[in-house]
């Protein structure tokens, strides 16, 4: 993502694989606090980690 997003916060549903893994760790990277959900607890915690 090109966009500074610091400050900002994104709610991400879909958060543990595919699309909306990718959209999660594209703002994050982008310095915005990320609220992640999916279907799966093992899920989350991978999108987690590597966010981390």
């Known amino acids: 993502m090109a966009n500074n997003f610091a400050g900002k ?6 958060a543990g694989r595919g ?9 994050g990277g982008a310095g915005a606090w990320v609220l992640l959900l999916a279907r799966t607890t093992a899920q989350l915690e991978e999108t987690r980690a590597l966010l981390r």
């Open 9 to 14: 916060t994104a709610l991400i549903t879909g």
């Open 19 to 27: 699309i909306g893994r990718a959209v999660a760790l594209g703002l």
